[in-house]
């Protein structure tokens, strides 16, 4: 069959999309290099990480609810330009020497922060401009540009250019947002959305609509359990895995940098495979052998004493990473209602990430204890148990019985709609 096409409006939203993340990537590491000029304190530059980190644990819930009372296009514009600013402010202070620790601390909690209600808005964007059947492959997309921006163009430069002039990076990472911004705004006007329900509600009751409504879709909430389950053992591998690879995997500094390209080449291939493999297999049992997959990946990973086949798992790995991010929000895209999709979105999104600093933290206490050897088991096994728990739970329900209007509309509430 031939696959639905995406259109002029995808094309708008991945190359926005695509342009922002190019910025992150240049920014990031420029912060860091940055932060090390000023101070050889770790814990200040820490500091500057945990300040980037935080927002989306605290802010997410309320970044899906404006997602959701607003404009979504015009939102996604406003945060891209306010974010242009704020980097476009920073890129000034550096070039007159004003740039302190404090100030690269706030800018990134701000860029952060307003990241949470573009990414939110952004989620929920994403099926009013593709039809449904195309949303796996328009993810899987999606996560190959990122991956390409942020792997193969932003690190590699990000260096460079801070080589270059200090101001330079963030400077850059100032025109993407603003090109990003110009791309968001033409796109073609979504339909007002019909509220919920009438009048005003509070922010917090409408927040905890999203986080219900995760909970009672009994498929969207093993997904996301299972995400966070995933994310614990990620973190973790991503705090050691310099080390594992400099020390365990006998990888030479100067070729760390191709060590980590193979990963980017997985995310890549899992991001423009991941509409096929959900054509072929179905959404959720795609999501099963990913997993599977990955745990094998992770397990040779842990084995590995080479560069060569540690590199070989570590972008297969990757490439599984990739799916799953893509088709894991291409389901709740699917199966939430448009008036809901921000809130969803957010709630999903903070439930998958909470386990993150935990998973990093119990890593780098486990690696300075044991090193980091028994730590890569130690993620692997824990990424085998999660897979295995996953094998169980996400399993697609048998076809149910037709249903006449009043089971329908009772199936429509959250806590009460069939799995798939």
């Known amino acids: 069959m031939t696959a639905p096409p995406l259109g002029r409006d995808y094309r708008l939203l991945w190359s926005a999309a695509v342009s922002s993340r190019l910025g992150d990537a240049l920014r990031t590491p420029a912060l860091a290099l940055l932060a090390a000029t000023l101070t050889r304190d770790p814990r ?32 996604m514009a406003v945060v891209d330009g306010l974010r242009a600013a704020v980097i476009g ?138 995400t966070a389950g995933s994310n614990l053992a990620i973190s973790g591998l991503m705090a050691v895995l310099v080390l594992y690879a400099l020390d365990v995997l006998r990888v030479p500094p100067a070729g ?31 999501l099963r052998v990913v997993l599977a997959g990955q745990a094998v990946a992770l397990t040779g990973l842990a084995l590995a004493r080479h560069p060569v086949p540690g590199g070989l798992a570590l972008a297969v790995f990757a490439a599984g990473t990739t799916v799953w991010n893509g088709l894991w929000v291409s389901y709740g895209q699917r199966h939430v209602p448009p008036a809901l999709l921000g809130r969803v979105g957010a709630a999903q999104r903070m439930v998958g990430l909470l386990t993150a600093p935990v998973g990093a933290a119990l890593a780098g206490m486990a690696g300075a204890a044991y090193g980091v050897g028994p730590v890569a088991a130690a993620v692997a096994g824990v990424f085998v148990l999660v897979t295995l728990a996953a094998w169980r739970t996400l399993r697609p329900a048998a076809p149910a019985p037709a249903a006449g209007p009043t089971s329908v509309a009772t199936a429509a509430r959250p806590g009460r709609r069939p799995s798939r």
Request: aromatic share 8%; proline share 7%; with cysteine.
């Open 256 to 286: 760390y940098g191709l060590f980590a390209a193979g990963a980017v080449l997985g995310g890549l291939a899992g991001g423009l495979g991941a509409g096929r493999l959900a054509a072929r297999l179905g959404t959720v049992p795609a």
């Open 44 to 75: 200040v530059i820490a500091a500057v990480t945990v300040a980037g980190q935080l927002p989306p644990l605290l802010f997410g819930l309320l970044g899906g609810v404006y997602a959701d009372r607003w404009d979504r296009r015009r939102t």
């Open 89 to 226: 402010a920073l890129a000034l202070a550096v070039a007159l020497d004003r740039a302190g620790v404090a100030a690269l601390v706030t800018v990134a909690f701000l860029l952060a922060a307003l990241g949470t209600l573009f990414d939110a808005a952004s989620f929920a964007m994403l099926p009013s401009v593709v039809p449904p059947a195309a949303l796996p492959r328009a993810n899987g997309r999606l996560q190959a540009g990122s991956a390409v921006a942020g792997g193969f163009l932003g690190a590699p430069a990000a260096g460079v250019l801070f080589a270059l002039a200090a101001p330079l990076p963030f400077a850059v990472d100032a025109l993407t947002f603003l090109c990003a911004a110009l791309l968001t705004l033409a796109l073609r006007p979504v339909p007002p959305r019909p509220r919920a329900s009438p009048g005003r509600r509070s922010v917090w009751r409408e927040g905890v609509e999203g986080v219900r409504w995760v909970r009672g879709d009994a498929m969207l909430w093993r997904l996301t359990v299972a």
